[in-house]
């Protein structure tokens, strides 16, 4: 069902990292993009001992890699595995931009062992790579890997998500000093209670049907909250609202049956925690 959804972006209402999360927290098993495993699309595989099997994300999900590069790539892997990074450029016929995009979207890291180190071998190759060769690298510098916060902006600028931890797991202490709780917290709250929370922008709707009310659905690292926002705060706090990437609110959390929600009275924008993340999100759609 996920790996259906992911081959059929861009569609439907949640990006593919929201899709990832989802699926994760009803326990799917998800594998990275590996130029040693993936196929274009997002594929179910045998996932070790488990009877399930797991999620492989596909080459597909690579920003800016070519088509055309791909079938190159998946005929000569036909043939015979890589053993090096230079191997599967020269076999592949892959240029700088193509190499690039699968160094920065770590998926050499079963060839080149980190980022890092793909990227170095990558720029290490000459322009024009040989036709003919052993595909053995040359000594290559040990370069420390990259933490995990590096890992995860790098894998929402080249794939749009992360297999990392989500972004607020590692914000959440700096999050807790300014009392904000999380989505799994506002679930157990009671109706009516004033919570402060946080989270990814995934999307902002303004419904024909609903007047002037704009709904935001928030994400963390355990779920997502659904605000709120009546028009008099829309228009006083409008920069805040459109433009927040970490959006907080402070709110009163509202019960009908199942159904939870929480009526925003003052919004926060927490962006620059996020540093240098590129998060997007569905819009007025």
């Known amino acids: 069902f996920f790996a259906a959804l992911l081959n059929s972006q861009p569609m439907g209402f949640y990006a593919p990292a929201q899709l990832i999360q989802e699926a994760r927290r009803q326990g799917v098993a998800v594998a990275p993009v590996d130029v040693c495993r993936s196929d274009w699309d997002c594929t179910l595989e045998a996932a070790g001992d488990s009877r399930k099997p797991r999620l492989r994300l596909g080459l597909r999900m690579i920003k800016g890699l070519s088509r055309s590069a791909v079938e190159r790539l998946l005929d000569a892997r036909r043939t015979s595995g890589f053993p090096a990074v230079r191997d599967l450029a020269r076999r592949a016929s892959l240029g700088r931009r193509d190499l690039h995009c699968l160094a920065a979207a770590g998926a050499l890291a079963g060839l080149a062992g980190n980022r890092h180190q793909a990227v170095w071998q990558m720029m290490g190759m000459e322009p024009a790579l040989p036709l003919i060769g ?63 929370t946080a989270g990814i922008v995934i999307g902002r709707q303004r419904p024909a049907s609903a007047g002037s009310v704009t709904f935001v659905t928030l994400e963390d690292e355990t779920g997502q909250v659904n605000l709120v926002v009546w028009k008099r705060l829309a228009e006083r706090q409008r920069a805040v609202l459109l433009k927040a990437q970490l959006l907080g609110v402070t709110g009163e959390v509202q019960r009908e049956g199942a159904v939870l929600h929480v009526i925003a009275r003052r919004l926060w924008d927490y962006s620059s925690l996020l540093g240098r993340l590129p998060t997007r999100s569905r819009d007025f759609h």
């Open 134 to 196: 052993t595909g053995v690298e040359e000594s290559a510098p040990m370069l420390p890997s990259p933490t995990e916060g590096e890992d995860i902006r790098a894998d929402y600028a080249s794939l749009g998500l992360t297999l990392e931890r989500h972004p607020l797991a590692l914000l959440r202490s700096r999050l807790g000093q300014c009392r904000v709780i999380t989505a799994a917290a506002v679930r157990a709250r009671r109706h009516g209670q004033l919570i402060r």
